[in-house]
């Protein structure tokens, strides 16, 4: 081991004002300057580590130096002030009563928390403020208990354009299992080749499990293209308890070979519900 010393630039973050989602500030320019005066303040402090790690770190140390810091956070904030776009997931969550005692955590209550954010606030953050004027906002939910109308109705006058889109058809879950780079049926075939197994996937095998992920669908909850990991973990769970004794073999996963291992699970209603 070895003594170095290192950088550790101090951090203030979310203690000092934190990201606090309705604040608006007049002087953006003092806050900014009071930010990378923060930023500047720099603690040295030794540490003993193996040779190997204290060229890592110096490296990155000395490779910091080069940059700029105050140049790329500026670059930054103005890219998402000019350029960033958020997408809210699962939006039909929040539709929910509002709560009339104490502070109001309901889904409206958040729902109004966001309405400040949609039509352009200032935000504080660790790199400074950050205008949302401009950002784009998309929100996304399957409102299968609900729909659009039960938000409250100025966070849908946020949202002026809506887009219906149709369920997953047997097709679309075909190409899901094989076109992605990190589709299942290839992080399957490099999972089960690490224990010498090769695994080898059918056009028949990839719609027949297609199939059955759409067939469970319709008689229990529609959980879209969530269903093919379940199908495809139940479909392999024996050759993957069994690997390590099958070192060396070729498993063709063909419609047949999809049958015998799920046809249990398809005629037997009240156990195929619980595989979500």
């Keep these: 081991l070895i003594e170095i010393e290192v950088g550790s630039d101090v951090e203030f973050g979310d203690g000092i004002g934190g990201p606090r989602l309705e604040l608006d500030v007049d002087d953006d320019g ?153 589709s299942l049926t290839k992080q399957y075939q490099a999972l089960l080749a690490t224990e010498g197994v090769d695994l080898v996937f059918t056009e028949d095998g990839v719609r027949e499990v297609a199939r059955l992920a759409l067939l469970m669908n319709e008689r229990a909850e529609n959980i879209g293209a969530r269903r093919l990991f379940t199908v495809m973990e139940r479909l392999l769970e024996n050759l993957n308890f069994t690997a390590s004794e099958r070192r060396g073999e070729k498993v063709v996963v063909d419609a047949d070979y999809v049958g015998r291992e799920l046809d249990g699970l398809i005629k037997d209603e009240n156990l195929s519900r619980y595989i979500l």
């Design 30 to 182: 003092l806050v900014d300057e009071f930010y990378r005066n923060l930023r500047s303040q720099n603690v040295q402090r030794k540490r003993r580590v193996p040779v190997r790690e204290a060229r890592r770190i110096l490296t990155r140390d000395e490779a910091n130096k080069l940059l700029d810091f105050d140049e790329l956070v500026d670059r930054a904030v103005t890219n998402v002030e000019e350029n960033a776009v958020v997408f809210i997931d699962e939006i039909d969550k929040l539709c929910g009563p509002k709560v009339d005692i104490g502070r109001d955590i309901s889904g409206e209550g958040v729902q109004r928390d966001l309405l400040p954010l949609l039509e352009g606030t200032t935000v504080m953050t660790r790199y400074g403020p950050v205008k949302t004027d401009h950002i784009l906002f998309l929100a996304a939910g399957t409102f299968s208990q609900n729909k659009p109308s039960d938000l409250i109705p100025e966070l849908q006058g946020r949202f002026p354009l809506e887009v219906e889109f149709n369920s997953l058809k047997q097709e679309d879950l075909e190409r899901i299992l094989v076109e992605p780079r990190n």
